[in-house]
């Protein structure tokens, strides 16, 4: 977990009523996976345990470091990052009509029990949730009952760091064992496809996304070009990044 997480969070280990967020958004389009294109509400929560694009052998930088990078950004800072209660969160989401709504992060499940309540809450409400997570941390039976679908990113080598931290077996286990998972990878270069097919085999993942990294329309385009066949070859899906195509790095869009 990066410095300062846990004392960040002691706050929330004594009232639990309420996350650390970074940006509500929406209505928007869901810009990548599975449900790509359709309307939804974005939650975006603060904190990760991983620190992409600044560990040995990183090809490409996380485009929410201020979700966690508390050295760049101000923590103190309500457009960084700022408690909200779980009340006030549904009532944003309750003001609109949109019924999709995506937890996202950062990583969603380090506030576990803010986020339990959060998707549980959703759930009585009658509204689908997906929850982005980089499927490091075990879902506990209570969430996978309330979710509707984890997009689980595991990160490969090329986001940096060691793949102890990146890959964590029984929590990827936990998350095929959930029947509500979908794989979606970042890949920039061809030789990261094998470093998906053996963990799609050695954890027996069956729904596979590959998705290039940018943050520009011109980098995603070109990456979409560069991965197709291959993705093709190994029978694994293909996602655009539309919000990019759309509105290139712009938060909160
Ligand atoms: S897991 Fe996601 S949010 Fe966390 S550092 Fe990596 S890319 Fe950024």
């Not at 309420?18 to 940006?23: N, R, S, V, Y």
């Not at 090329?158 to 964590?168: D, H, K, L, S, T």
């Not at 920039?188 to 027996?204: T, V």
């Not at 980098?219 to 070859?233: F, K, M, S």
Request: glycine letters at 8%.
């Amino acid at each position: 977990m990066n410095a300062g997480v846990l004392h960040l969070l002691g706050q929330q280990a004594v009232d639990d009523h309420g996350l650390f967020i970074a940006d509500t958004f929406g209505p928007t389009f869901q810009g990548e996976g599975p449900s790509l294109g359709r309307q939804a509400l974005f939650i975006r929560l603060s904190h990760c345990n991983l620190s992409c694009g600044q560990g040995p052998g990183a090809r490409w930088a996380c485009d929410t470091a201020y979700t966690w990078d508390f050295k760049t950004y101000d923590p103190q800072d309500p457009k960084i990052r700022r408690r909200v209660l779980l009340d006030e969160l549904m009532a944003w989401v309750k003001a609109r009509t949109v019924r999709l709504v995506v937890i996202t992060g950062g990583e969603p499940l380090i506030q576990r029990v803010g986020l339990e309540r959060l998707v549980a809450m959703l759930h009585a409400e009658g509204y689908e949730v997906e929850i982005e997570t980089n499927g490091t941390l075990i879902p506990s039976e209570d969430l996978v009952a309330a979710v509707t679908a984890f997009n689980v990113s595991p990160k490969l080598a090329a986001a940096g760091g060691r793949e102890i931290m990146r890959i964590v077996p029984a929590a990827l286990a936990a998350f095929v064992a959930s029947g509500k998972a979908r794989f979606k990878f970042v890949v920039n270069e061809l030789d990261e496809f094998k470093e998906i097919a053996d963990l799609a085999e050695r954890f027996a993942m069956t729904e596979i996304w590959v998705m290039p990294e940018g943050t520009s329309a011109d980098t995603v385009r070109q990456g979409l070009r560069t991965i197709a066949e291959e993705a093709l070859a190994r029978g694994f899906n293909l996602s655009p990044r539309l919000h990019v195509e759309l509105w290139e790095d712009e938060r909160g869009r």
